[in-house]
Protein backbone atom coordinates (compact mmCIF):
# COMPACT_ATOMS: atom_id res chain seq x y z
CA UNK A 1 0.00 0.00 0.00
CA UNK A 2 1.13 3.57 -0.81
CA UNK A 3 2.07 6.33 1.92
CA UNK A 4 0.26 9.47 1.43
CA UNK A 5 4.36 10.57 1.31
CA UNK A 6 4.78 8.12 -1.32
CA UNK A 7 2.26 9.62 -3.35
CA UNK A 8 3.04 12.90 -2.55
CA UNK A 9 6.87 12.49 -4.19
CA UNK A 10 5.79 10.70 -7.21
CA UNK A 11 7.18 11.81 -10.43
CA UNK A 12 3.78 13.17 -12.12
CA UNK A 13 5.76 15.39 -15.05
CA UNK A 14 5.38 11.94 -17.31
CA UNK A 15 1.85 11.60 -18.89
CA UNK A 16 0.14 8.76 -19.55
CA UNK A 17 -0.41 8.18 -23.41
CA UNK A 18 -4.01 9.06 -24.56
CA UNK A 19 -6.11 7.67 -27.38
CA UNK A 20 -8.99 8.73 -28.51
CA UNK A 21 -12.06 6.44 -27.61
CA UNK A 22 -13.29 4.00 -30.05
CA UNK A 23 -16.73 5.08 -32.67
CA UNK A 24 -16.22 2.08 -34.45
CA UNK A 25 -16.41 4.14 -37.42
CA UNK A 26 -16.00 3.25 -40.58
CA UNK A 27 -12.43 4.57 -42.44
CA UNK A 28 -14.74 6.60 -45.03
CA UNK A 29 -16.60 8.07 -42.10
CA UNK A 30 -13.06 9.26 -40.01
CA UNK A 31 -12.06 10.53 -43.14
CA UNK A 32 -15.13 12.98 -43.24
CA UNK A 33 -15.27 13.43 -39.60
CA UNK A 34 -11.62 14.74 -39.50
CA UNK A 35 -12.43 16.72 -42.28
CA UNK A 36 -15.45 18.64 -40.64
CA UNK A 37 -13.38 19.20 -37.74
CA UNK A 38 -10.72 20.22 -39.77
CA UNK A 39 -12.97 22.95 -41.56
CA UNK A 40 -13.67 24.34 -38.53
CA UNK A 41 -10.29 26.54 -38.43
CA UNK A 42 -10.71 30.31 -37.55
CA UNK A 43 -8.16 31.78 -40.23
CA UNK A 44 -9.42 33.09 -43.45
CA UNK A 45 -8.09 33.45 -46.51
CA UNK A 46 -6.12 36.92 -47.69
CA UNK A 47 -8.40 39.53 -49.15
CA UNK A 48 -6.19 40.19 -51.75
CA UNK A 49 -7.37 36.00 -52.75
CA UNK A 50 -10.56 37.10 -53.44
CA UNK A 51 -12.04 37.78 -56.49
CA UNK A 52 -13.09 41.32 -56.85
CA UNK A 53 -17.20 41.47 -57.43
CA UNK A 54 -19.10 43.72 -59.77
CA UNK A 55 -20.97 46.02 -58.06
CA UNK A 56 -24.27 43.66 -59.14
CA UNK A 57 -22.70 41.03 -58.28
CA UNK A 58 -21.85 42.30 -54.62
CA UNK A 59 -25.42 43.19 -54.15
CA UNK A 60 -26.14 39.72 -54.55
CA UNK A 61 -24.25 38.41 -52.47
CA UNK A 62 -25.83 41.07 -49.57
CA UNK A 63 -29.10 39.66 -50.62
CA UNK A 64 -27.88 35.97 -50.11
CA UNK A 65 -26.47 36.87 -46.97
CA UNK A 66 -29.88 38.42 -45.75
CA UNK A 67 -31.48 35.12 -46.52
CA UNK A 68 -28.85 32.72 -44.97
CA UNK A 69 -29.35 35.42 -41.67
CA UNK A 70 -32.87 35.69 -41.67
CA UNK A 71 -33.35 32.11 -42.25
CA UNK A 72 -35.50 32.99 -45.59
CA UNK A 73 -34.88 29.24 -46.77
CA UNK A 74 -36.65 27.89 -44.04
CA UNK A 75 -39.99 28.67 -45.38
CA UNK A 76 -39.48 29.65 -48.85
CA UNK A 77 -37.54 28.20 -51.77
CA UNK A 78 -34.71 30.50 -53.19
CA UNK A 79 -32.17 29.48 -55.55
CA UNK A 80 -34.28 25.97 -55.84
CA UNK A 81 -33.35 25.58 -52.05
CA UNK A 82 -35.22 25.37 -49.31
CA UNK A 83 -39.05 25.33 -48.76
CA UNK A 84 -38.69 22.00 -45.99
CA UNK A 85 -42.18 23.71 -44.25
CA UNK A 86 -44.18 23.81 -47.35
CA UNK A 87 -45.37 20.69 -47.73
CA UNK A 88 -46.05 20.52 -44.00
CA UNK A 89 -48.12 23.39 -44.38
CA UNK A 90 -50.15 22.62 -47.41
CA UNK A 91 -51.06 18.50 -45.91
CA UNK A 92 -52.08 20.79 -42.99
CA UNK A 93 -54.55 22.93 -45.08
CA UNK A 94 -55.81 19.62 -46.68
CA UNK A 95 -56.53 18.01 -43.21
CA UNK A 96 -58.15 21.60 -42.52
CA UNK A 97 -60.56 20.53 -45.52
CA UNK A 98 -58.78 23.06 -47.84
CA UNK A 99 -58.62 21.10 -51.55
CA UNK A 100 -55.05 20.30 -52.36
CA UNK A 101 -54.60 22.82 -55.39
CA UNK A 102 -55.86 25.87 -53.08
CA UNK A 103 -53.69 24.78 -49.97
CA UNK A 104 -50.65 25.51 -51.92
CA UNK A 105 -51.57 28.98 -52.48
CA UNK A 106 -51.62 29.28 -48.74
CA UNK A 107 -47.93 28.48 -48.61
CA UNK A 108 -45.16 30.85 -48.52
CA UNK A 109 -44.13 31.95 -51.91
CA UNK A 110 -41.69 30.08 -53.72
CA UNK A 111 -38.86 33.41 -54.32
CA UNK A 112 -36.69 32.03 -57.28
CA UNK A 113 -36.19 35.20 -59.55
Known sequence: MLSARTCASADTSIAKPRTMPNFSLSDDDAHS????????????ADPSAHR???AHEAEIEKGRKQVYEHNCRGCHVIENEGGAIQDVLAQ???????GEAEAVGFTPPILNG
Open 92 to 98: AYVEEGI
Open 52 to 54: QLS
Open 33 to 44: LTLALLSMSLST
